[in-house]
């Protein structure tokens, strides 16, 4: 008698074709991600302000590096590839200006992102030249946007999405994110974070506004 055979061990999902995964429901748990990486460095800030830069806030500043340098950079290519394009050709016009706004929003949090990420990296790895009030006034900033961002991308954009999409173009777009297809964006240079923190309040109000008249 021939003995059984041993179970194959289960591939990865995105070397199993059949098996998909929409592409939004994917976005969405990115969001959810990005919201308790937030957290972590609020928590971070808090945490230099009371303890110093122990070996705790050394191992949150490398978490959080790690997370907005990858995971969160890829969501924001897999939005403008996939989701914002669809939207830009069938949706309605305020919602188009929303969409413009979003991407400049990644745009911003890119930049903003440049700047605050090496003052985080150089805490991570233990070095004394970064700079506390920068390191608090930038993550304010980025946590800021990046929460209104979510918000109005929660509320308004992954709805109309979700309506303009079919079952299989969101799995479609599921099977393309799970095999890394992107892009890169580029940053807007030139303006410190205080400046794009002036001049995106009065525009992302008009955004919001927006959003709730559709």
Same mark, same amino acid.
């Given at each position: 008698?021939?003995?059984?055979?041993?179970?194959?061990?289960?591939? %990865?999902?995105?070397?199993?074709?059949?098996?998909?995964?929409? !592409?939004?429901? /994917?976005?969405?748990?990115?969001?959810?991600?990005?919201?308790?990486?937030?957290?972590?460095?609020?928590?971070?800030? +808090?945490?230099?302000?009371?303890? !110093?830069?122990?070996?705790?806030?050394?191992?949150?500043?490398?978490?959080?590096?790690?997370?907005?340098?990858?995971?969160?950079?890829?969501?924001?290519?897999?939005?403008?590839?996939?989701?914002? %394009?669809?939207? /830009?050709?069938?949706?309605? %016009?305020?919602?188009?200006?929303?969409?413009? =706004?979003?991407?400049?929003?990644?745009?911003?949090?890119?930049?903003?992102?440049?700047?605050?990420?090496?003052?985080?990296?150089?805490?991570?790895?233990?070095?004394?030249?970064?700079?506390?009030?920068?390191? =608090?006034?930038?993550?304010?900033?980025?946590?800021?946007?990046?929460?209104?961002?979510?918000?109005?991308?929660?509320?308004?954009?992954?709805?109309?999405?979700?309506?303009?999409?079919?079952?299989?173009?969101?799995?479609?777009?599921?099977?393309? /994110?799970? !095999?890394?297809?992107?892009?890169?964006?580029?940053?807007?240079?030139?303006?410190?974070?205080? +400046? =794009?923190? =002036?001049?995106?309040?009065?525009?992302?109000?008009?955004?919001?506004?927006?959003?709730?008249?559709?």
């Amino acid at each position: 008698m021939r003995a059984a055979a041993e179970p194959e061990a289960a591939l %990865p999902a995105a070397l199993q074709p059949h098996l998909t995964r929409d !592409g939004l429901e /994917m976005l969405d748990a990115c969001h959810r991600r990005m919201m308790d990486a937030l957290d972590t460095l609020d928590a971070l800030v +808090a945490r230099l302000d009371d303890q !110093g830069d122990d070996v705790q806030a050394r191992a949150m500043a490398a978490e959080v590096v790690a997370f907005f340098s990858g995971a969160a950079r890829q969501h924001h290519l897999d939005e403008e590839r996939h989701v914002f %394009p669809r939207l /830009m050709e069938a949706a309605a %016009p305020e919602v188009v200006q929303v969409v413009r =706004r979003l991407q400049q929003d990644h745009r911003w949090l890119e930049q903003d992102w440049f700047e605050l990420s090496a003052h985080l990296q150089a805490l991570a790895d233990g070095q004394s030249w970064w700079d506390r009030a920068l390191l =608090r006034e930038g993550s304010e900033v980025f946590i800021a946007l990046l929460h209104d961002h979510l918000t109005l991308e929660e509320s308004l954009i992954y709805p109309e999405a979700r309506a303009h999409l079919s079952a299989g173009e969101r799995e479609a777009i599921g099977r393309e /994110m799970a !095999g890394g297809v992107g892009r890169e964006a580029d940053p807007e240079p030139g303006r410190t974070m205080a +400046a =794009r923190r =002036r001049a995106g309040r009065a525009t992302h109000g008009a955004a919001h506004d927006a959003a709730r008249t559709t």
